[in-house]
């Protein structure tokens, strides 16, 4: 008998006998009706169920008696080895290839203005996978050569087993970076951007190990240590997601991207562990509007929540009716915020409700660091916000409601309107600006106060009195936000004021609404002193 026929023959007669066994086993099946019989014939079917299943009840004699294991021997030996033998030598190849240095850092650095230079050595390893790992490479500036713009301590390029044999042909699965370095200078992206999205990240792509540190010129701003990455794309759909330390905080963003009928969904997910800060961003590139995206945003952190949809066009992110609410305030946000080529935004902020007694514990709380930066913004943060508040409550209900325009221009604060509803009271008005120009934060200002109701005014101030008390009058001076010192320029009823009346008028403000800081200037307690302190003969 031929050594087919034997095959042929043997698993014919195991596949009769088990066709067999499972033929009797389903007319069991067929003919067991449970509802018919009771508990003793249930247990005799589970009894030739797990006789069926007993690989005892089987004779295997027959399957040993026919498999001849010598002839196994022999396939084993002349088809099985050679089989081994040629694999083993067909992923070995890579290891003769000759990989030049200067080629793979003119790759590494292709289309930017940097500097790549291997200082280690690049080699093939079989195991675990097929991989060429390249040792220390770094990122530096061609014009000035002491500038480096990164490092990396080892590169893993896991390569796909096809086309082993062909240097020019071999494609990998996938790139590993360990332990790299890289100094981001902010007023400068362009090189930094050009490395990373044209060179590095390219899919599928993981960086364990990593740091990078973020400049302003010379000046060290802050860095990202522990950074863990990944980056997959298949067909339609790209995955990422950041892991790392950002000033002492566990941090996450994951990153998703899929297509459908054309139409782009995109996901982040952002999470700050140790702060408690979460954002979640939904967007969708429809095919019918070019370069146009939608979609809605929501930021949380602790009882602070910001959400909404959000419309990017033109280099514009479209805020559509924002909700914005926290422990001080409630209300929605419209307008837009630009990045490109600066930094610049253009909202309309209408808050329902702000709560005016939380605003003044949290700034009586404050220390002195956190209040000397107060008022301080960064100069590339321009913009204009029209702010209008309907309600304000509070324990003494001076102030009901306000408006403002509100303009921020390197670093500096102008206030084009502000107005104060003051309820049956009457108003007030000023314009000013405050200026971080130098070392401290100074407030100027011109304002004008109108007293409308005044038996109303002087039963809440305690006036008795009368005669010395200006309804209508205007003012102007500074205060120093940063030391708490304020002064009066000029005070102006009928008629202005003289400047020893004015002086008197500083003395005592400062004295009373300047004694405990923010939690006297803001105190209706303190106002309601400086205002029966001017009735004193």
Do not use: W
């Not at 040629?86 to 500097?115: D, M, Q």
């Not at 990373?196 to 990240?201: A, H, M, P, R, V």
């Not at 509070?394 to 102008?414: A, D, M, P, Q, R």
Request: proline share 2%.
């Amino acid at each position: 008998m031929k050594y087919t026929n034997f095959n042929i023959y043997i698993f014919s007669r195991i596949k009769k006998y088990i066709n067999t066994r499972i033929f009797n086993f389903i007319k069991l099946l067929k003919n067991l009706d449970i509802k018919k019989h009771n508990t003793s014939l249930k247990k005799k079917f589970f009894s030739k169920v797990k006789s069926f299943l007993n690989f005892r009840n089987y004779n295997l004699r027959l399957f040993y008696k026919h498999f001849n294991f010598k002839k196994k021997k022999e396939i084993f030996i002349y088809i099985i080895l050679p089989v081994i033998f040629f694999t083993l030598v067909y992923l070995n190849i890579p290891r003769f290839h000759n990989y030049e240095k200067f080629k793979i850092e003119k790759i590494a650095c292709k289309g930017i203005n940097v500097n790549c230079t291997i200082s280690g050595k690049i080699k093939y390893k079989l195991l675990p996978t097929p991989r060429i790992i390249i040792s220390k490479l770094n990122f530096k500036d061609k014009m000035k050569k002491n500038i480096l713009f990164g490092k990396i301590n080892k590169i893993i390029i896991k390569l796909s087993v096809r086309n082993l044999a062909d240097a020019d042909s071999i494609k990998y699965k996938e790139i590993e970076i360990i332990g790299s370095e890289f100094n981001i200078n902010v007023e400068n992206l362009k090189n930094t951007k050009d490395l990373f999205f044209n060179n590095l990240i390219s899919p599928p792509l993981k960086i364990k190990k990593s740091k990078i540190n973020f400049f302003e010129g010379n000046k060290f701003l802050t860095d990202i240590k522990n950074i863990d990455f990944f980056f997959k794309t298949y067909k339609k759909k790209d995955t990422s997601a950041l892991k790392g330390v950002f000033l002492g905080d566990n941090f996450t963003i994951k990153y998703k991207k899929s297509v459908k009928n054309k139409n782009t969904y995109k996901k982040f997910v952002t999470n700050f562990t140790n702060s408690n800060f979460f954002t979640k961003v939904e967007l969708i590139n429809l095919d019918s509007k070019q370069n146009a995206t939608e979609g809605n945003i929501l930021l949380k952190k602790d009882k602070n929540v910001l959400s909404g949809l959000i419309n990017y066009q033109n280099n514009k992110l479209f805020l559509k009716n924002i909700n914005l609410r926290n422990v001080f305030l409630e209300g929605k946000v419209n307008g837009y915020l630009k990045f490109d080529p600066f930094f610049d935004f253009n909202l309309d902020v209408n808050f329902n409700s702000a709560n005016f007694n939380k605003i003044y514990n949290y700034l009586s709380a404050l220390d002195e660091h956190s209040k000397n930066k107060l008022f301080r913004f960064n100069k590339k943060i321009n913009g204009k916000i029209d702010l209008s508040v309907n309600k304000i409550f509070s324990k003494y209900t001076l102030v009901s409601s306000l408006e403002s325009k509100i303009k921020l221009l390197n670093g500096n604060i102008f206030f084009d309107q502000a107005i104060f509803n003051l309820g049956k009271l009457g108003a007030a008005d000023f314009v000013g600006n405050i200026n971080n120009e130098n070392k401290f934060s100074i407030f100027n200002f011109e304002s004008n106060v109108f007293i409308d109701n005044k038996k109303k005014f002087f039963n809440k101030f305690a006036i008795y009195n009368k005669k010395k008390i200006p309804f209508n009058f205007f003012t102007s001076g500074s205060l120093d936000l940063t030391n708490l010192i304020f002064r009066i320029n000029e005070i102006t009823t009928s008629q202005k004021i003289p400047d020893s009346d004015v002086g008197n008028l500083q003395e005592s403000f400062n004295a009373i609404l300047l004694k405990n800081g923010y939690e006297s200037l803001f105190s209706f307690m303190s106002l309601k002193d400086f205002v029966k302190s001017i009735n004193y003969d």
